[in-house]
């Protein structure tokens, strides 16, 4: 008996899944985002954290998969795919898909060839790669001609008439002849490293050039008198498994080829290592480089996120049957409901009397006092944040009062004043003295999710199965609170904070850096006046400070060296996320380490870009190995 | 089955066997062992050397190959601790012959070696120190699991190339009389407070086993995967799934100790791992196995049996994958990796093909006195030699 699985938890992005599940799943809204010359003949790099869509995005270009958006054309939930497809020019309505998508992963062991000297290392690698380049294709082309058993391969003919010399791919009639080749050669390969008993036979193979790519580019298929395929598109994933000169050699090498198809290779931005930190990017006509990560963080990229995650989440709900709800959006209550937190109201105002107190006897306040004392009467939510707004300002008014003359303040003014960083941080006031929920609602879970695919479905996941609960129990509605969302998805922000060191190389120091950001920016954000409404989520490192980091020096050593690691593998796996700030008048230019947006739920944090503190890095490395606490009682007005 | 009859003993026993084993006979030892932490290594060493060293027995010659670890954090005492036990054992292992410590090199232009390469390093290392032993001891107390693993199933290789019994010749674990011993320290109680965090993003993989997982031809085949489970290693289970090479099809079949000391050992365990194998996968429960906790060669037979059936079974669909994911205790783990040993196809163009992918964690938390504190029972596994019948 099969055990019920979350629909949010199954992972659908690798190859051997069934095609018509990922199609199902697969939500078109990110081809909107690639880039229109993507199908250029070029090498295009396409780098993210890990989960943020790469490897879906080229799964989706494979021939089965291609082949799976086809046949399914006509059903109206795929139809909008299959329409994006047609846009971009990979389908037509009237032929079967022409397009030989080729996907290789590099996880499949070239980092583990046996360290020698130079040339011979590269040319065997350049080896593996180019026959598991031939067979893939081999293999893919039977696919996108909906072959069935790999002996029919045989009646593919191979034309070479535009092929160049290569010294290391034979020349066969057949697609099956060559495929056998490859086979072979890569187990002969494997063989003589698994034997290695004694020294290699002389056997092992080592070419010049990656061959593949010559071979790919133009070689000719031939199908029952006609030729197929003609449109070819190279994709190589997980190239941060690369040793680092097999990833610089492959990004060279064939950047120099000039490959006259598009050749998509995708990694980990760990890959970059130290030089993440660094600002720039190198690209030219024949590299082009995209950070998935970043597609998301522009103007609207947040509302176009929202919406391909809605997308997402609603295919994978459609795909359980447990909780009998069509939308998972609809489960999930976007509204504080006032009767719901009606103690916490009634405390939230008695606390707002007792700390106003002190202000009565101010003639100035009398105007804000008297129209904060109408909302007073009203206990519903909006009154008490209008109540913290209040609050806020006086405090801020009072610390920036000069001796001077005490004039009476407006309710205009109080009106001029208040803005919605104000609004948002007396929101997060509220829950932070109240317990009145913050985190919940469709729209902040996408922003907690940082622009991920893969944080978005363990957060909704953590919802899942609270629905499930709901369910199991037979409530009456399946619909969750705010205060019952708040809870999942601070439990799962805690769980991802612990698993932290469990699933990080540098995870126990990664942990220490980000509780220790966190406590900082909590001390700031919660200073009574807010002074960086809504609040304080990242630190910034100026470029001084970051040369320091990215600049070799021994000047600050192996602590030193030690901290370009951790925060190029907390930036490179989502926890934390650069931006770069600009210089202006009064500051050097930047950049700045926003924390994880799900991590800023377990600190308490508002989950809203935009404040950040300078540090130092002698600050980080004292963080990183000492983890700061938060100071949590007095705070001071900043 | 190759290990059909077996030697397999435990505490006291231990020593009675060596002395039926070692007595009037000139041993050419090598001793293999890491330069670790642990310092259960230098129990199960001063009981050998005191047994070597009493009358009866003869040494001709013997080496202590120490193998050094390198890219691990550890907090400062531990790291003394490894020092001072380093030199404990050197001074424990020098009445019989000398010792040399086994370091690895760094390729130039890299910060250090990919862990599968360092592995083979290591193992190469090894494998060129064993020619001419009568006797083999590998101590896996001290050792990294997938190290252990890797010198098992290489020597194994080594010392038995064919694994075809006939009736007309000696039965293949004879090895040409050559003993290998493999021993084991176990204590539970201070395995479960040995804390194993930040697991490496690269896994290693064990020499010999490395077609199956990496080779682009048998990427369509089927693949049974048995994670061998253990306390606190959920990480490491999760990076083998991370790496996104076990197919959502794939046939997951778990691997419990049962029976076991704790009887809710097994229940506990896969409360632990529910996440990644139940929530995220639909792994069918009729799939879990049960396995000895503490007598290997069950385990061995249990997981041997398994992967024979599905072999058997796929093979009417060109073939499989069989992955193996040691992450239980050591006993079941030596179970399991002479059942990829025996597994293992010896011909390169076999449609089947055994791996153990392995994600090593980088830092160990430890306390020093438990380590100290620690009373060890000692077993013993015989894999081949004299044991195993004289010549036809």
């Known amino acids: 008996m099969a055990y019920n699985s979350n629909p949010f938890l199954e992972r659908m992005s690798e190859r051997t899944t069934s095609d018509m599940e990922f199609v199902r799943l697969f939500s078109p809204k990110i081809l909107e985002k690639l880039a229109d010359d993507a199908f250029e003949g070029a090498v295009h790099v396409f780098r993210s954290a890990p989960g943020a869509g790469k490897t879906t995005l080229l799964r989706a270009f494979t021939p089965s998969a291609l082949r799976a958006f086809w046949n399914s054309r006509a059903r109206p939930e795929l139809a909008e795919s299959f329409q994006r497809l047609v846009n971009r020019g990979v389908l037509t309505e009237g032929n079967s898909p022409q397009l030989l998508g080729v996907f290789l992963s590099c996880a499949s062991g070239y980092a583990d060839l046996p360290s020698s000297e130079g040339l011979e290392q590269e040319g065997l690698f350049r080896a593996l790669l180019d026959c598991r380049i031939v067979l893939r294709t081999l293999r893919s082309l039977g696919a996108l001609l909906g072959l069935g058993a790999p002996d029919q391969l045989a009646a593919i003919k191979l034309n070479y008439a535009t092929v160049p010399s290569l010294q290391g791919i034979p020349v066969l009639d057949t697609a099956l002849e060559l495929a056998t080749w490859a086979e072979e050669?890569?187990?002969?390969?494997?063989?003589?490293?698994?034997?290695?008993?004694?020294?290699?036979?002389?056997?092992?193979?080592?070419?010049?050039?990656?061959?593949?790519?010559?071979?790919?580019?133009?070689?000719?298929?031939?199908?029952?008198?006609?030729?197929?395929?003609?449109?070819?598109?190279?994709?190589?994933?997980?190239?941060?498994?690369?040793?680092?000169?097999?990833?610089?050699?492959?990004?060279?090498?064939?950047?120099?080829?000039?490959?006259?198809?598009?050749?998509?290779?995708?990694?980990?931005?760990?890959?970059?290592?130290?030089?993440?930190?660094?600002?720039?990017?190198?690209?030219?006509?024949?590299?082009?480089?995209?950070?998935?990560?970043?597609?998301?963080?522009?103007?609207?990229?947040?509302?176009?996120?929202?919406?391909?995650?809605?997308?997402?989440?609603?295919?994978?709900?459609?795909?359980?049957?447990?909780?009998?709800?069509?939308?998972?959006?609809?489960?999930?209550?976007?509204?504080?409901?006032?009767?719901?937190?009606?103690?916490?109201?009634?405390?939230?105002?008695?606390?707002?009397?007792?700390?106003?107190?002190?202000?009565?006897?101010?003639?100035?306040?009398?105007?804000?006092?008297?129209?904060?004392?109408?909302?007073?009467?009203?206990?519903?939510?909006?009154?008490?944040?209008?109540?913290?707004?209040?609050?806020?300002?006086?405090?801020?008014?009072?610390?920036?009062?000069?001796?001077?003359?005490?004039?009476?303040l407006t309710e205009e003014e109080l009106e001029d004043r208040d803005s919605s960083q104000v609004r948002a941080a007396a929101e997060l006031f509220m829950h932070e003295e109240l317990g009145i929920p913050y985190y919940f609602g469709f729209d902040r879970l996408c922003v907690m999710a940082t622009n991920n695919v893969e944080e978005l479905l363990a957060l909704s996941a953590a919802l899942y199965v609270g629905l499930q609960a709901k369910q199991v129990l037979r409530k009456a509605e399946l619909i969750l609170s705010a205060q019952e969302q708040e809870k999942l998805l601070r439990d799962a922000a805690g769980r991802k904070r612990e698993f932290i060191p469990k699933s990080h190389t540098e995870g126990t120091r990664a942990q220490r850096l980000l509780d220790s950001i966190g406590a900082f920016c909590h001390d700031q954000t919660f200073a009574p006046n807010a002074p960086y409404a809504p609040g304080v989520t990242g630190v910034r490192l100026s470029r001084t400070e970051l040369a320091k980091l990215t600049i070799p020096s021994k000047l600050l050593g192996l602590a030193g060296q030690t901290l370009a690691r951790v925060l190029a593998e907390c930036a490179a796996e989502n926890l934390l996320v650069q931006r770069e700030s600009q210089a202006t008048g009064s500051r050097d230019s930047g950049t700045v380490f926003y924390l994880n947006r799900s991590l800023c739920v377990h600190y308490g944090l508002p989950l809203q870009m935009g404040g950040w503190r300078d540090v130092s890095v002698g600050e980080l490395m004292k963080w990183m190995e000492r983890r700061l606490t938060p100071n949590r009682k007095n705070l001071e007005v900043v | 089955m190759l290990w059909d009859y077996y030697v397999f003993r435990r505490g006291n026993a231990v020593h009675d066997l060596w002395d039926d084993l070692m007595k009037d006979r000139l041993v050419d030892?090598?001793?293999?062992?890491?330069?670790?932490?642990?310092?259960?290594?230098?129990?199960?060493?001063?009981?050998?050397?005191?047994?070597?060293?009493?009358?009866?027995?003869?040494?001709?010659?013997?080496?202590?190959?120490?193998?050094?670890?390198?890219?691990?954090?550890?907090?400062?005492?531990?790291?003394?601790?490894?020092?001072?036990?380093?030199?404990?054992?050197?001074?424990?292992?020098?009445?019989?012959?000398?010792?040399?410590?086994?370091?690895?090199?760094?390729?130039?232009?890299?910060?250090?070696?990919?862990?599968?390469?360092?592995?083979?390093?290591?193992?190469?290392?090894?494998?060129?120190?064993?020619?001419?032993?009568?006797?083999?001891?590998?101590?896996?107390?001290?050792?990294?699991?997938?190290?252990?693993?890797?010198?098992?199933?290489?020597?194994?290789?080594?010392?038995?190339?064919?694994?075809?019994?006939?009736?007309?010749?000696?039965?293949?674990?004879?090895?040409?009389?050559?003993?290998?011993?493999?021993?084991?320290?176990?204590?539970?109680?201070?395995?479960?407070?040995?804390?194993?965090?930040?697991?490496?993003?690269?896994?290693?993989?064990?020499?010999?086993?490395?077609?199956?997982?990496?080779?682009?031809?048998?990427?369509?085949?089927?693949?049974?995967?048995?994670?061998?489970?253990?306390?606190?290693?959920?990480?490491?289970?999760?990076?083998?799934?991370?790496?996104?090479?076990?197919?959502?099809?794939?046939?997951?079949?778990?691997?419990?100790?049962?029976?076991?000391?704790?009887?809710r050992r097994a229940d506990n365990l896969l409360v632990e791992y529910r996440g990644p194998l139940f929530d995220s996968r639909k792994t069918p429960t009729s799939n879990i196995l049960y396995a000895h906790e503490s007598h290997?060669?069950?385990?061995?037979?249990?997981?041997?049996?398994?992967?024979?059936?599905?072999?058997?079974?796929?093979?009417?669909?060109?073939?499989?994958?069989?992955?193996?994911?040691?992450?239980?205790?050591?006993?079941?783990?030596?179970?399991?990796?002479?059942?990829?040993?025996?597994?293992?196809?010896?011909?390169?163009?076999?449609?089947?093909?055994?791996?153990?992918?392995?994600?090593?964690?980088?830092?160990?938390?430890?306390?020093?006195?438990?380590?100290?504190k620690s009373t060890p029972e000692i077993s013993l596994l015989l894999l081949t030699g004299q044991a195993y019948g004289e010549p036809v």
């Open chain 1, 185 to 408: 050669h890569e187990r002969r390969v494997y063989a003589q490293l698994d034997a290695f008993l004694g020294p290699p036979s002389g056997g092992l193979p080592a070419h010049l050039h990656f061959e593949g790519v010559l071979w790919l580019q133009s070689i000719q298929f031939q199908y029952e008198g006609r030729a197929v395929a003609p449109q070819r598109l190279l994709m190589v994933d997980d190239m941060h498994k690369l040793r680092r000169k097999q990833r610089a050699m492959l990004i060279d090498d064939l950047t120099v080829m000039r490959p006259s198809i598009p050749i998509w290779l995708a990694e980990r931005t760990v890959a970059l290592g130290a030089e993440l930190l660094s600002q720039g990017a190198r690209e030219g006509r024949d590299l082009r480089e995209y950070n998935l990560d970043k597609m998301w963080s522009d103007a609207k990229g947040l509302s176009q996120f929202v919406s391909y995650a809605q997308n997402i989440v609603d295919r994978r709900m459609k795909n359980q049957n447990v909780v009998p709800v069509g939308s998972f959006t609809q489960c999930l209550r976007d509204e504080l409901v006032s009767s719901e937190v009606r103690a916490q109201l009634a405390e939230g105002i008695q606390r707002f009397r007792n700390e106003v107190e002190r202000y009565q006897s101010s003639q100035r306040y009398l105007q804000w006092l008297a129209r904060a004392e109408q909302y007073t009467n009203e206990p519903n939510v909006e009154s008490l944040v209008e109540l913290y707004v209040t609050r806020i300002l006086l405090v801020r008014d009072e610390s920036k009062r000069q001796m001077s003359l005490d004039l009476i």
């Open chain 2, 29 to 263: 030892l090598l001793y293999i062992a890491g330069r670790g932490f642990d310092v259960r290594a230098q129990t199960v060493m001063r009981e050998f050397v005191t047994g070597q060293r009493g009358s009866g027995r003869k040494t001709a010659s013997a080496k202590l190959l120490m193998l050094g670890f390198e890219g691990y954090e550890l907090d400062d005492n531990i790291v003394k601790l490894t020092e001072e036990n380093a030199v404990a054992l050197e001074a424990l292992f020098s009445p019989l012959g000398s010792a040399e410590t086994i370091t690895i090199a760094v390729p130039d232009g890299e910060d250090e070696a990919s862990p599968s390469d360092a592995l083979r390093q290591r193992v190469k290392a090894v494998l060129d120190e064993v020619d001419g032993k009568t006797d083999i001891i590998l101590d896996v107390s001290s050792l990294p699991r997938a190290t252990y693993l890797a010198l098992l199933t290489n020597i194994l290789y080594k010392l038995v190339p064919t694994k075809d019994v006939a009736s007309d010749k000696p039965h293949p674990l004879y090895a040409n009389g050559v003993n290998f011993h493999v021993l084991v320290a176990e204590d539970a109680h201070l395995d479960g407070q040995i804390r194993a965090e930040d697991p490496s993003n690269d896994l290693v993989m064990i020499p010999g086993f490395v077609t199956a997982w990496q080779a682009e031809s048998l990427q369509d085949r089927p693949l049974v995967w048995f994670p061998v489970l253990g306390e606190n290693r959920v990480n490491q289970l999760q990076k083998i799934i991370d790496s996104a090479l076990i197919p959502m099809e794939a046939e997951v079949c778990p691997v419990v100790p049962h029976p076991s000391k704790d009887p």
């Open chain 2, 296 to 372: 290997p060669f069950e385990a061995y037979r249990q997981l041997l049996g398994a992967m024979q059936r599905y072999e058997n079974s796929m093979s009417i669909m060109g073939g499989c994958r069989l992955v193996m994911t040691p992450l239980g205790s050591k006993l079941i783990t030596l179970g399991a990796g002479l059942a990829c040993f025996e597994m293992r196809p010896s011909d390169w163009n076999a449609r089947y093909g055994v791996t153990i992918p392995h994600a090593e964690p980088r830092r160990y938390f430890a306390s020093v006195e438990s380590l100290r």
